[in-house]
C-alpha cells in the first residue's frame, strides 16, 4: 500500500521559518494537500493541488514539490501555527492517503 | 456558510453495528464528493472512504481496513452522507470527520466537520 513519510516533529523559534517535508514513492506524479490540525479542533486544510492556499489562510503557508518529496513552509512563525500538520494524497491503488503527520513547536 | 454536522457516535459492543450521520448545509450537496476520515486517540488522520456524486454514479471507495464492513451512502433530497459500520472491532475506535472534497478528482478536503466518537468496548 502507499505510504506518505513525515517527520514527527520539528521546533522553531517565533519569526524563523518552519519547512515541514513529505515524501512518497511517485509523489512528483500526484498532487499532495496539507492540513492544519490544532489541538482539539477539526483539521484545516491549508494548501491543495501542491501549490494553492484556500481563501483565508494567510500568504506565510506556501506549498512546493521536489522530486518525490513535498514541503509546507511557514514563513514568520507565529505561536498560533503550533499545531499537527499532515500532508496527503491520493494514490490509485490505495485511495485517500495520509502521512503520519507533523508537530510543529513554536517557542 | 458551509456545515458539516456529524451524529450518531456512542459506545457499542464489538461485533455491533452503527450508523453515522453527516448532515450538511450551505452548498449545493448533490455536487460533491463526501468522504468520512477517521482519528484514533492520539493517532494521526485514516481515510475511511468516500462516495462520488449521482453523476459518477454514486460510486464508492473504501480503506482497505473497513472495506466489507464499513458502507458509505447519501441522501441528496436531505443533504446527508451516511456510514454504515458493521463487525465493529475495537479498532474501530475514533473520532469519525465528515469531509467535503473541494472538487471532483484532485481528492482534497475543504471542510471538515466536527466529528463523532465512537468507542468501541466489551
Known amino acids: 500500500s502507499y505510504e506518505l513519510t513525515q517527520s514527527p516533529s520539528l521546533s522553531v523559534s517565533p519569526g524563523q521559518t518552519a519547512s515541514i517535508t513529505c515524501s512518497g514513492d511517485?509523489?512528483?506524479?500526484?498532487?499532495g494537500s496539507w492540513y492544519q490540525q490544532r489541538p482539539g479542533q477539526s483539521p484545516v486544510l491549508v494548501i491543495y493541488?501542491?501549490?494553492k492556499r484556500p481563501s483565508g489562510i494567510p500568504e506565510r503557508f506556501s506549498g512546493s514539490k521536489s522530486g518525490n518529496t513535498a514541503t509546507l513552509t511557514i514563513s514568520g512563525t507565529q505561536t498560533m501555527d503550533e499545531a499537527d500538520y499532515y500532508c496527503?494524497?491520493?494514490?490509485?491503488?490505495?485511495?485517500?492517503?495520509f502521512g503520519g503527520g507533523t508537530k510543529l513547536t513554536v517557542l | 456558510e458551509v456545515q458539516l454536522v456529524e451524529s450518531g457516535g456512542h459506545l457499542v459492543q464489538p461485533g455491533r453495528s452503527l450508523r453515522l450521520s453527516c448532515s450538511s448545509s450551505?452548498?449545493?450537496?448533490?455536487?460533491?464528493?463526501m468522504n468520512w476520515v477517521r482519528q484514533a486517540p492520539g493517532k494521526g488522520l485514516e481515510w475511511v472512504g468516500f462516495?462520488?456524486?449521482?453523476?459518477?454514479?454514486?460510486?464508492?471507495e473504501y480503506a482497505a481496513s473497513v472495506k466489507g464492513r464499513f458502507t458509505i451512502s447519501r441522501d441528496d433530497s436531505k443533504s446527508i452522507a451516511y456510514l454504515q459500520m458493521d463487525s465493529l472491532k475495537p479498532e474501530d475506535t475514533a473520532l469519525y470527520y465528515c469531509?467535503?472534497?473541494?472538487?471532483?478528482?484532485?481528492?482534497?478536503?475543504?471542510?471538515w466537520g466536527q466529528g463523532t466518537l465512537v468507542t468501541v468496548s466489551s
Open positions: 469531509t467535503r472534497d473541494g472538487s471532483n478528482g484532485y481528492y482534497f478536503f475543504d471542510y
Open positions: 450551505g452548498f449545493t450537496f448533490g455536487n460533491y464528493i
Open positions: 511517485d509523489l512528483g506524479n500526484k498532487y
Open positions: 496527503q494524497a491520493w494514490d490509485t491503488s490505495t485511495g485517500v492517503v
Open positions: 493541488q501542491n501549490i
Open positions: 462516495i462520488r456524486n449521482k453523476a459518477y454514479g454514486e460510486a464508492t
